[in-house]
Structure formats: C-alpha cells, structure tokens
C-alpha cells in the first residue's frame, strides 16, 4: 500500500503529522513518501505542482493531501497559484467522484446553526462530479458580443457540458454508494432551464433502472439549496454535477458545525483517490498548534476504505473519533462551554491512545 502524503501550506502540515501519527499507529504496512505541493512547491520549485511531485501521486494507491494556499500568492498569474495544483492533480489522475460526506456527531449537535432536532444524527453524503460541467467546458474565455442584449459590447463566457458516460459513471458511483447505506439517492439538477441538466436528469433515470432496490427522486438545485436547511436528514445520498455540487457540499458542510470535522475522498476509474479535509489552508491559525486536526485523520480513515481496502482500520479511526468526542476533547473550533480545549497535537494523541489502548473495538 502506497501512499504519496502531500501536507501543502499552512496549517496543511500540522494536520497531516497528526493523521500520520494515527496512520502509524494501526498494524499495518505502509509505503508512505512525502512531496511538496501548492506554495511550498512553488517556492522550492517555482511551481505548485512539479513533476517529481505528481509523478509520486500517480504512482501511489492513495494520495492523502493537507491543504493549500496563502493570501500572500494571489497576485500570482493563475497557472502558478497553489491551487492550481489540486485541479491538477484531479485531471492527472481522473479523479471524478468527489464524496462528502455530512455527519453531526452527537456531541456536536450544539456546534450548528440549525435546531438540534433538524441536524442531531444527521448522516448524508453528496456526490459531485468532479472533472466536467461549466468548469471544465470549451469553449470559454472574453470578446466582442456579436449578439445578445448588448451587441458589440465586452463579454465573457463559459461552457456547460456533459456527455453520456461522464453522467453515466457518477450515477453508478451514487447507486453504488447508496446500496451500501440507506438506499435512497437524490439527484439534484436544474432541468427546467438548462439542457445540460435535462439531459443529466434523462440519463440518471436511465442509469437508476438498472438497480431497482434503490429508491431515486429529482430535485431542483434551489429547492435543495432550501430543504438542506429546512429538512436534511430527508437526503441520504445526493449526486449532482461540479457546480451545483460545489455549493451545496458547502452547505451541507455547515449544517453540521465546524468545518474542521469534514472529510473528503476525490476517486477515479480504478479507485484510486485523493483523501483531504474539506477546509482550507487556514492561514489565519496556521502555526499555533490550534487547529483541527479530525477532518485530516477522517479523511485517511476514508482512504483506508475506500482505495487500500481495510475498512476495519477506518472503523477503528472512526470509532476512535468519537470517543475522544465522548470524553469532552475539543480543539478551539469545535469548543463549548463544559469541554476541554486541546490544540492540534493533544487532539492527536488523544486519538493515537483510544486506538492503542484497544478501548476502541470499531
Ligand atoms: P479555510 O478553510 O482555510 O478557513 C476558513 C476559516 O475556517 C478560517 O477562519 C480558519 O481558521 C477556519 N478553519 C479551517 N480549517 C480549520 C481547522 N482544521 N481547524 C480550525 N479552524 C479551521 O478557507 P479560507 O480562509 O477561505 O482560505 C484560506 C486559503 O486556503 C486560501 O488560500 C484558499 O484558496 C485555500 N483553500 C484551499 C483549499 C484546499 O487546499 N483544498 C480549500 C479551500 C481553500
């Protein structure tokens, strides 16, 4: 089992040491080797994603990815921003299913902006195509209107695309995933405007014959956007396309409190994937020893999952998680009166020792 370990800018290497140390502490054998990546590669390199360092993430079963980023690159030209280097690698390795998940832990519940009722025990994933749509589309870029509402004047645009078998294969992914929990997939699109989506919907309604035991409806972007914060424990698995996903795996994020929870897994064909917190590079804590290192150590328990195949050690991860949530451990993010406030390091030993003392069965 391979594993490029890739722990980016700010608070992306304190994270990353820290899931690591959780990492070592299953019995297993890994291969694991560092590269840099985002504005630590771009400094040493001049570029965010170098080819030593990309190379090392093809060849790997998993990358496990911290985060990337400072304001300090955005004056940069485009090609050379840190973030550029996870489009990169998402191209590069064909990443197209992007899986976010969205639990409220118990012990949480109080941390979200919504009622407890809506969100306590709240379990959903979202699917967003990762590699097509309005983001990807040519042709796109600025000229002279030809037409329009403003004939002759400055305009931009982009372009949204799909064809058959990128839909097909992100709906198989969602009917998939969804077999394996509570058999429900939502897809989510904007059919009643936009050819793309009429043509999505078509397509994941075919798709969706072809696994009878799984219930599926269709939903509006909007009124997703809306039931997220009236209903969501409604959802259980929601597939939808990059931009849409973009936004409401955003949303969804949020129902549950603090970000610094929040896993992430970006596969492909062949399930290998990119395992990474859902949040950013956190400049303005980076270096203090405070951040929240759980979304980080979540995400590699997805990696064990998902593309090295132990799903007991990612039970164990888990299952470790929430124990140090059960004992009152709390990084400044996530913190309520009542609790205790650990920084980064103590979260992870804290989780480092439920798994070790074998309290933790999984
Ligand atoms: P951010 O997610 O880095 O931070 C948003 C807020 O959440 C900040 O107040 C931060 O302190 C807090 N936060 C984030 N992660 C935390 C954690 N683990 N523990 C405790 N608090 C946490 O988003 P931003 O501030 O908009 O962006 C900062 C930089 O990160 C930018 O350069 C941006 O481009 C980059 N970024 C990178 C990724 C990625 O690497 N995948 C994703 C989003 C943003």
Request: proline residues 4%; charged residues 25%; glycine residues 8%.
């Amino acid at each position: 089992m391979k594993i490029a370990v890739l722990p980016g800018d700010g608070i992306g290497t304190e994270i990353v040491a820290e899931a690591i140390r959780v990492l070592d502490t299953l019995d297993l054998s890994f291969e694991m080797e560092s590269a840099l990546v985002g504005g630590a590669a771009y400094e040493a390199h001049g570029h965010p994603l170098p080819e030593a360092t990309l190379k090392l993430a093809k060849e790997a079963d998993a990358v496990l990815f911290g985060a990337v980023g400072d304001w300090k690159y955005d004056k940069l030209e485009r090609s050379l921003r840190p973030e550029q280097a996870i489009l990169g690698l998402r191209k590069n390795l064909g990443l197209f299913a992007n899986f976010r998940p969205a639990i409220c832990y118990e012990q949480l519940v109080g941390a979200s902006s919504l009622k407890p009722e809506l969100i306590a025990g709240l379990d959903i994933l979202i699917i967003r195509e990762l590699t097509g749509d309005i983001y990807f589309g040519q042709p796109r870029g600025r000229r002279t209107a030809v037409d329009g509402h403003f004939p002759g004047a400055e305009e931009a645009f982009d372009t949204m695309r799909y064809s058959r078998p990128e839909v097909e294969r992100i709906a198989h992914v969602a009917f998939q995933a969804a077999r394996k929990r509570s058999k429900r997939v939502t897809s989510v699109d904007k059919a009643n405007v936009l050819e793309t989506f009429q043509f999505w919907k078509d397509i994941v309604t075919e798709v969706g014959k072809e696994y009878p035991d799984v219930e599926l409806d269709h939903m509006y972007v909007d009124n997703a956007a809306m039931q997220l914060v009236k209903a969501p424990k409604k959802f259980d698995v929601v597939v939808t396309g990059n931009m849409f996903g973009d936004i409401l795996s955003d949303e969804a994020a949020m129902l549950t409190g603090s970000i610094g929870m929040l896993p992430s897994a970006s596969l492909n064909a062949g399930n290998q994937g990119l395992y990474e917190p859902s949040h950013g590079s956190a400049p303005d804590i980076a270096g203090k020893g405070v951040a929240n290192p759980l979304a980080t150590i979540l995400s590699a328990a997805m990696m064990l999952r998902f593309s090295l195949n132990q799903p007991e050690a990612a039970d164990r991860i888990e299952s470790a998680v929430k124990h140090v949530l059960a004992q009152g451990l709390r990084t400044a993010d996530i913190w309520s009166a009542g609790t205790t406030k650990v920084g980064t390091r103590e979260m992870g030993d804290a989780v480092v020792a439920a798994i070790t003392k074998k309290t933790i069965t999984g």
